[in-house]
């Protein structure tokens, strides 16, 4: 398997790249060649995907940039030298000399991973980088990497039991690399230890409860988020997947010195030692989009599908037939998008107070997303999940920080705390947050009754506005039942430009991600997403666009507002009508729009304007980030 990810012709001993930039892609470039991968732009937006979520620069010259790629066909290591060294960005500040890049299937094939780990773990065997510095021929160096490693010395463990945890975002090589180091620093220690992989393969190596019982400290070295409540009562230490690959023995002394760890700061919720250049905020956010996107994903391509083979337009709306197969199709898809809300709360309320909070987080989300509960016409839609994980995460994060009886404490996180959270949060939206937002949709539904007879590019501009900013919340919802409404009175341009101004935002969002590809302004799974988005687009399913709106709201609700701006107000100056309530190409295509060339035409001019300002706003604020950090 070992000769399969190397060869000589993916080893470079003097490597013509002088910036970061050039022998990343000098590297990939080397991939390609090989045909290990198919798209080099691609491979390297992943990689630089990676990049942002920390720099991938060791101590002591090395670098091992990594990245799981759609764009790779088969897993690769592809080795690097450069002579005089190029500043990558490492924390201790030196040039990097040598570099490591692994190539990754974004699949389920992970059993290479393994041996990429037993690879890349070469790096901090004793002598085995100044040996690869000193190979003559590209030969000697894949020579001295197949070379049989030494096994990790075992110790008897009688100065006592040690548990590490590890993970990095991608989990193909610091993950490894820090297990590695913790193993071999504490058998130099005299402690046996057991560590815990968080890898692209899954966790491997879990201690039980009575390993966990009979540990002298715990080592949580990890860039991703692990739970730590398992280990409450024992000495333990957090920090970056790097720290143990720099000192794994200084850090097993600091461990064995730490305090008793209890969850009583909301530590055990937080990504261990999280990369400097995200705010807290965003951590939780991702962490609920993450968890968010394949609900959205396979429910819109479900419902996308369905009524694009199957649906008919009426006058209720694109409908399937009752009892057909796409009546089936369609059914599952709504499933999965009534779920996607809840999970969107649940997992960021998880993110600021781990497993404790993730019931009454899910909880909260299906409650905001269900108007029912509030007497609201519509739910909050995917702003609401947000307000209720970070409601529900802060609220649980309280109320396990006290230090409770002996008897009680076990009962916290799997009763109490569940409980209390769940009655907090539904209290509190249908009480408290559910009335203002019923009011709030009855008023928006009057003043556009009142604006009906007025200009029509203003309200083209708010019925846009609407649309484009919570994609199927609220003010969306308003918007659209709003426009449903007329229909019936015979005024069926209000639903031509709500139907153009529908599918923007997830159109824009998908164009965004192509157009954008090459500036490392989106994340690799906001680039799967993006394709998700232009198909749920093509029939009209705004929800497509959340997962961007919910992880960047700064850039990405004011882009979806303006192009949906600009597609409602085109489609009123077209006379553009519709006669079904449902909006979007699939809607022209099938004959329920008087003009469909011009009603296409107004929505895809709306998405262009939303692709271009989300980049331009991505581009800023990501400027903005560059400055404050230097």
């Given at each position: 398997m070992i000769t399969q990810l190397i060869s000589s012709r993916l080893i470079r001993l003097n490597l013509s790249s002088t910036t970061k930039d050039d022998v990343l892609a000098e590297l990939a470039e080397m991939l390609a060649?090989?045909?290990?991968?198919?798209?080099?732009?691609?491979?390297?937006?992943?990689?630089?995907?990676?990049?942002?979520?920390?720099?991938t620069g060791f101590d002591d010259g090395v670098a091992i940039p990594h990245a799981k790629s759609a764009a790779v066909t088969e897993p690769a290591v592809v080795i690097g030298i450069s002579r005089q060294g190029i500043d990558y960005g490492a924390e201790d500040g030196q040039p990097s000399k040598l570099f490591f890049m692994i190539a990754s299937p974004d699949g389920n094939a992970n059993h290479?991973?393994?041996?990429?780990?037993?690879?890349?773990?070469?790096?901090?065997?004793?002598?085995?980088?100044?040996?690869?510095?000193?190979?003559?021929?590209?030969?000697?160096?894949?020579?001295?990497?197949?070379?049989?490693?030494?096994?990790?010395?075992?110790?008897?463990?009688?100065?006592?039991?040690l548990i590490g945890v590890t993970g990095c975002p991608t989990g193909i090589a610091h993950t490894y690399l820090a297990a590695e180091s913790l193993e071999k620093g504490a058998a130099a220690l005299g402690y046996q230890i057991k560590v815990e992989t968080n890898g692209s393969i899954g966790v491997k190596n879990s201690p039980t409860a009575e390993e966990i019982a009979a540990a002298d400290a715990i080592i949580v070295a990890s860039d991703k988020q692990v739970s730590l409540t398992r280990f409450a009562g024992k000495k333990l230490i957090e920090t970056g997947v790097k720290e143990p690959i720099r000192d794994a023995q200084g850090l097993i002394h600091k461990a064995l010195q730490a305090p008793v760890y209890q969850p009583d700061s909301g530590a055990e919720s937080r990504e261990a030692a999280p990369s400097r250049n995200r705010p807290e905020l965003y951590r939780y956010l991702m962490n609920g989009v993450s968890h968010m996107i394949p609900f959205v994903v396979a429910g819109g391509l479900l419902i996308a599908l369905a009524l694009a083979i199957g649906g008919e337009p009426t006058e209720a709306g694109m409908a399937i037939p009752q009892g057909s197969l796409w009546n089936k199709v369609l059914d599952v898809g709504v499933v999965s998008f009534q779920l996607m809300i809840p999970i969107l709360a649940g997992y960021i309320a998880y993110a600021i107070a781990d497993r404790p909070a993730l019931a009454p987080g899910m909880i909260g989300g299906w409650i905001a997303n269900n108007g029912s509960f509030y007497d609201a016409a519509a739910g909050t839609g995917f702003i609401g999940a947000i307000i209720a994980g970070l409601l529900v995460g802060y609220f649980i994060r309280w109320l396990t920080s006290f230090n409770y009886h002996k008897m009680i404490q076990p009962l916290?996180?799997?009763?109490?705390?569940?409980?209390?959270?769940?009655?907090?949060?539904?209290?509190?939206?249908?009480?408290?947050?559910?009335?203002?937002?019923?009011?709030?949709?009855?008023?928006?539904?009057?003043?556009?009754?009142?604006?009906?007879?007025?200009?029509?590019?203003?309200?083209?501009?708010?019925?846009?506005?609407?649309?484009?900013?919570?994609?199927?919340?609220?003010?969306?919802?308003?918007?659209?039942?709003?426009?449903?409404?007329?229909?019936?009175?015979?005024?069926?341009?209000?639903?031509?430009?709500?139907?153009?101004?529908?599918?923007?935002?997830?159109?824009?969002?998908?164009?965004?991600?192509?157009?954008?590809?090459?500036?490392?302004?989106?994340?690799?799974?906001?680039?799967?997403?993006?394709?998700?988005?232009?198909?749920?687009?093509?029939?009209?399913?705004?929800?497509?666009?959340?997962?961007?709106?919910?992880?960047?709201?700064?850039?990405?609700?004011?882009?979806?507002?303006?192009?949906?701006?600009?597609?409602?107000?085109?489609?009123?100056?077209?006379?553009?009508?519709?006669?079904?309530?449902?909006?979007?190409?699939?809607?022209?295509?099938?004959?329920?729009?008087?003009?469909?060339?011009?009603?296409?035409?107004?929505?895809?001019?709306?998405?262009?304007?939303?692709?271009?300002?989300?980049?331009?706003?991505?581009?800023m604020r990501q400027a903005k980030l560059q400055s404050v950090d230097i």
């Open positions: 060649a090989e045909g290990r991968i198919t798209d080099q732009q691609q491979f390297l937006a992943d990689i630089y995907a990676r990049e942002a979520l920390g720099n290479h991973v393994e041996v990429l780990a037993e690879l890349s773990a070469k790096l901090i065997e004793e002598g085995f980088i100044a040996q690869l510095f000193a190979a003559q021929t590209e030969e000697d160096a894949l020579a001295l990497l197949l070379a049989k490693s030494e096994p990790t010395p075992q110790s008897s463990g009688e100065n006592g039991f916290v996180p799997i009763m109490i705390a569940p409980i209390t959270g769940a009655l907090f949060i539904s209290g509190l939206f249908i009480f408290v947050i559910g009335a203002p937002i019923a009011s709030l949709m009855h008023g928006m539904t009057e003043l556009l009754t009142t604006m009906s007879t007025g200009n029509m590019v203003l309200l083209g501009i708010v019925l846009g506005g609407l649309a484009g900013f919570d994609m199927g919340g609220p003010f969306n919802k308003v918007a659209f039942l709003f426009s449903v409404g007329m229909i019936a009175s015979g005024q069926t341009q209000f639903m031509g430009a709500m139907a153009c101004a529908i599918p923007v935002a997830p159109l824009g969002m998908g164009l965004a991600t192509v157009l954008g590809r090459k500036l490392s302004l989106f994340e690799s799974s906001e680039l799967e997403a993006g394709k998700a988005a232009g198909a749920m687009g093509l029939v009209g399913i705004s929800e497509g666009a959340i997962p961007f709106a919910a992880q960047d709201p700064v850039s990405v609700i004011p882009a979806n507002m303006l192009g949906s701006m600009v597609a409602a107000v085109m489609a009123f100056s077209f006379g553009i009508t519709d006669s079904v309530a449902h909006g979007g190409p699939v809607v022209a295509l099938l004959g329920a729009m008087n003009k469909p060339l011009l009603a296409l035409f107004c929505m895809a001019l709306g998405a262009v304007v939303t692709a271009l300002t989300c980049i331009a706003l991505k581009k």
